[in-house]
């Protein structure tokens, strides 16, 4: 199968053999990475996420709630063996990287639907030294994210090729409250896009109010809301129920409602989305989009 490296790397050869398929895959994992919901533009506010991670991970609140959302487990690990693929036989392998074969003991299962056994195999792609040569990770813990071969105990397939994070314990720390948060029986639906936009002028100038339905993948109700008084900074919230709440807040950072819209929302509203013909009425609700996006800022990723 190729030339392996590191300890015990004539029982990782016969491990990989048994595991050929895993290798083919790699490349349908790079592109599995891609069909995470595209980044959507805004600008700066009070509930904007900052863009930088919260720990070493170098990952921000996007990225794992992408990871989260996409793996069917995840686990803590601890690397016992590893050995690394021919480039030849790695396909989907980016330049600068080392495709490894991994053995790990697992420490613990932070989220899953099925149990999993103390001994795990998997690939992984991992940056080059600047040597040239594959970095070692033996007797170093991650955290993978990853998906259960069928037919095969004990091997996974990474979700992507380098959803391999170290268990930096700030990153653990962290990663519980987003599974816990994703785990939550009222989690916010997926957000697909906006319909039915809707601007009513008040009574006094420079007051209105914009109701703005959200399209979800579950069909579940969900709208926002902007309302402007004179003399007031404007307002705005989300509802995630069939009541259309004139009370209703804006979702705090780092958290699933903030994702769901932030990472969601369509950078502009969609014209038959309006409906009314008024042009004053359809700019104000234009206005009051952007407002919105400005005060989620920017759904950032740091992940490719």
Same mark, same amino acid.
């Given at each position: 199968?190729?030339?392996?490296?590191?300890?015990?790397?004539?029982?990782?050869?016969?491990?990989?053999?048994?595991? @050929?398929?895993?290798?083919?895959?790699?490349?349908?994992?790079?592109?599995?990475?891609?069909?995470?919901?595209?980044?959507?533009?805004? /600008?700066?506010?009070?509930?904007?996420?900052?863009?930088?991670?919260?720990?070493?991970?170098?990952?921000?609140?996007?990225?794992? %709630?992408?990871? @989260?959302?996409?793996?069917?487990?995840?686990?803590? *690990?601890?690397?016992?063996?590893?050995?690394?693929?021919?480039?030849?036989?790695?396909?989907?392998?980016?330049? /600068?990287?080392?495709?490894?074969?991994?053995?790990?003991?697992?420490?613990?299962?932070?989220? /899953?639907?099925?149990? *999993?056994?103390?001994?795990?195999?998997?690939? %992984?792609?991992?940056?080059?030294?600047?040597?040239?040569?594959?970095?070692?990770?033996?007797?170093?813990?991650?955290?993978?994210?990853?998906?259960?071969? %069928? /037919?095969?105990?004990?091997?996974?397939?990474?979700?992507?090729?380098?959803?391999?994070?170290?268990?930096?314990?700030?990153? @653990?720390?962290?990663?519980?409250?987003?599974?816990?948060?994703?785990?939550?029986?009222?989690?916010?639906?997926?957000?697909?896009?906006?319909?039915?936009?809707?601007?009513?002028?008040?009574?006094?100038?420079?007051?209105?109010?914009?109701?703005?339905?959200?399209?979800?993948?579950?069909?579940?109700?969900?709208?926002?809301? *902007?309302?402007?008084?004179?003399?007031?900074?404007?307002?705005?919230? @989300?509802?995630?129920?069939?009541?259309?709440?004139?009370?209703?807040?804006?979702?705090? %950072?780092?958290?699933?409602?903030? +994702?769901?819209?932030?990472?969601?929302?369509?950078?502009?509203?969609?014209?038959?989305?309006?409906?009314?013909?008024?042009?004053?009425?359809?700019?104000?609700?234009?206005?009051? +989009?952007?407002?919105?996006?400005?005060?989620?800022?920017?759904?950032?990723?740091?992940?490719?």
């Amino acid at each position: 199968m190729g030339q392996w490296v590191g300890r015990g790397s004539g029982a990782l050869a016969s491990a990989l053999a048994a595991s @050929v398929a895993l290798a083919g895959c790699m490349a349908v994992d790079a592109v599995r990475a891609q069909d995470r919901p595209a980044m959507e533009s805004g /600008g700066q506010g009070d509930a904007q996420v900052d863009a930088g991670a919260l720990d070493r991970s170098g990952l921000t609140y996007a990225d794992l %709630a992408d990871l @989260v959302g996409t793996a069917s487990l995840i686990a803590l *690990v601890e690397i016992r063996d590893q050995a690394e693929v021919e480039r030849e036989r790695a396909p989907g392998l980016a330049p /600068g990287d080392a495709r490894l074969f991994l053995q790990a003991r697992t420490e613990a299962l932070l989220a /899953g639907r099925s149990a *999993v056994g103390e001994s795990l195999t998997f690939l %992984a792609d991992r940056v080059l030294r600047e040597n040239g040569r594959a970095p070692k990770v033996r007797k170093q813990r991650f955290v993978v994210f990853a998906d259960p071969v %069928a /037919g095969s105990p004990g091997q996974l397939q990474l979700v992507d090729p380098k959803a391999m994070v170290p268990a930096d314990p700030a990153f @653990v720390e962290r990663l519980r409250r987003v599974i816990a948060t994703f785990a939550a029986p009222d989690l916010p639906p997926v957000v697909t896009g906006v319909r039915d936009v809707i601007s009513v002028p008040g009574n006094l100038a420079g007051e209105s109010e914009t109701q703005m339905f959200v399209e979800t993948v579950t069909g579940a109700p969900a709208s926002l809301s *902007v309302i402007r008084r004179p003399g007031m900074a404007p307002s705005w919230g @989300v509802s995630w129920s069939e009541i259309v709440d004139a009370s209703a807040r804006p979702p705090e %950072a780092e958290t699933a409602g903030w +994702y769901r819209l932030a990472c969601g929302l369509p950078a502009q509203l969609p014209s038959d989305a309006f409906l009314q013909a008024s042009g004053p009425a359809r700019r104000q609700a234009e206005e009051d +989009y952007r407002f919105v996006l400005e005060q989620l800022g920017p759904c950032s990723r740091s992940r490719t």
